[in-house]
């Protein structure tokens, strides 16, 4: 038996939620779904329910319907929105363990029963409350923790993911795995909304207490965290081993969160440093660029650029999930992960970078420091009135500049003071860089409103 149905939907017509199709019970083998402008087909099998479909007050038109059955009568009504929104769905974070090369990389590791493992292969966990490890068939890596303890006492040991921007409709999806036949261990799951701790996970309820008994195959589980009332803020998920007794060992895998509601979006930045290539500021061999802002709560060294094939290591770029239209951001591209006011950009308190994200516009790119582009902070036009020369310079060395220049600051390219030198009405000032060793200095020049910008200076 065979039953086939086309739905043809008006151009350009959203799909609703939910989407409810009403009568027409088909006892079929099969039924195939095909909804043909919205990339998406379904099989469905006997006991479907189809007949018209209901979409925001309008009803659309049900072409090409054609099947073979035993059976037809009236039912009740089925809602597809499940089906729908799976076509749509978006992964927000997803952790498998099988990148050992950075295992557990940002997350937070509690071992608060301070245990001694029953078993020698386990001894591990003495230290550390969870570890990777294979789990399960093949070569799958899981995070193995142990309730059996010598002497024995109850479990708690947790781990605690990164930050995880949630939308108005996120899942949360995991797998669980006892490692010993015939043995039960118990964990439960909560949400923090505060911060990336214990105690921050333990100020709200539990969002979900589970068992883990299966040793031959993973079991599937899944929180609806709208539902447990965590939608549209950033949230960290904590794992917690509470097994009293009677467990043994348990993996935890495939975490993952999904959202169905929520459109985000993928955001790249991409910085050119081939003037601070040029200038001896930069090293592409031995340098690397992060960038640091409200998004990674100004800790740059989880993003780090990398170089763009092809552009002969002048342009650094990453792409970073989670974002959607509307989101202010501001940041700043640091070089060697450092806020020091030598190498940084636009450094003495100067503001950051903003972006305000655009629907279609999710690419960010521009020179470190703005050098060699007006896009960004603006040129302070006091430092088209400064003037220094010789430059490159052996011995005396003189500066030229507008007559609200009042300081002017030389540093090394680490950050130290060299020298300070006091100006007054606009006069040129001359000093003396002889006994200054070769190289790359920075000299700073402050207005009585504070810094006002800086000129390269080279002692050869």
């Known amino acids: ?21 009403q009568h027409l019970f088909i006892d079929t083998e099969f039924v195939n779904l095909h909804l043909s402008n919205h990339s998406a087909s379904f099989k469905f099998s006997i006991r479907s329910y189809f007949s018209s479909w209901y979409i925001e007050n309008h009803f659309c038109r049900v072409s090409h319907f054609n099947c073979m059955m035993r059976k037809i009568s009236i039912a009740v009504l089925f809602i597809l929105a499940t089906f729908v929104s799976a076509s749509a769905q978006q992964v927000v974070y997803s952790q498998n363990f099988e990148d050992t090369a950075s295992l557990f990389q940002d997350y937070v590791l509690a071992n608060l029963d301070k245990g001694i493992p029953a078993e020698t292969a386990m001894d591990t966990l003495q230290s550390v409350p969870w570890f990777v490890e294979r789990a399960g068939s093949g070569n799958n890596h899981g995070a193995i923790a142990t309730s059996n303890y010598n002497p024995s006492l109850a479990a708690d040991d947790w781990f605690i993911t990164p930050a995880i921007r949630l939308g108005e409709k996120s899942i949360l999806t995991f797998r669980s795995l006892s490692l010993t036949p015939g043995k039960t261990d118990t964990y439960e799951v909560y949400v923090s909304t505060t911060e990336q701790s214990v105690s921050g996970c333990l100020f709200n309820p539990v ?7 299966n040793s031959n195959s993973f079991d599937d589980h899944e929180i609806d965290l709208a539902a447990a009332g965590f939608s549209s803020q950033m949230v960290y998920v904590g794992f917690r081993l509470t097994t009293t007794s009677g467990g043994d060992k348990i993996a935890i895998d495939d975490i993952k969160v999904t959202e169905t509601v929520t459109q985000f979006h993928s955001l790249t930045f991409n910085v050119n440093m081939s003037l601070y290539t040029a200038d001896s500021l930069f090293s592409p061999r031995t340098d690397t660029v992060d960038v640091a802002g409200t998004f990674n709560n100004f800790d740059g060294t989880k993003h780090i650029l990398s170089i763009v094939p092809g552009t002969d290591s002048a342009i650094y770029s990453i792409t970073i999930p989670g974002f959607i239209a509307g989101d202010r951001l501001e940041f700043k591209f640091r070089i060697n992960s450092t806020w020091n006011d030598s190498i940084v950009e636009f450094p003495y308190g100067q503001p950051n970078r903003v972006w305000v994200i655009e629907e279609g516009k999710y690419t960010y790119t521009c020179f470190y420091n703005d050098q060699g582009t007006p896009f960004g902070i603006p040129e302070n036009t006091l430092m088209d009135q400064v003037d220094i020369y010789p430059n490159p310079a052996r011995n005396m060395v003189s500066v030229e500049m507008p007559a609200n220049i009042l ?17 007054s009405s606009g006069n040129p000032i001359t000093f003396d860089v002889n006994s200054i060793a070769k190289g790359t200095y920075i000299l700073l020049f402050y207005t009585k409103e504070g810094y006002a910008g800086s000129k390269k200076l080279i002692r050869n």
């Open 1 to 21: 038996m065979l039953s086939k149905l086309t739905l043809k939907f008006p151009n350009n017509r959203k799909l609703p939620k939910p989407i409810f199709v």
């Open 407 to 423: 300081r002017i600051r030389m540093v090394n390219l680490t950050g130290s003071k060299l020298l300070d030198l006091e100006t």
């Open 207 to 213: 969002a979900g207490q589970f068992t883990s008994s």
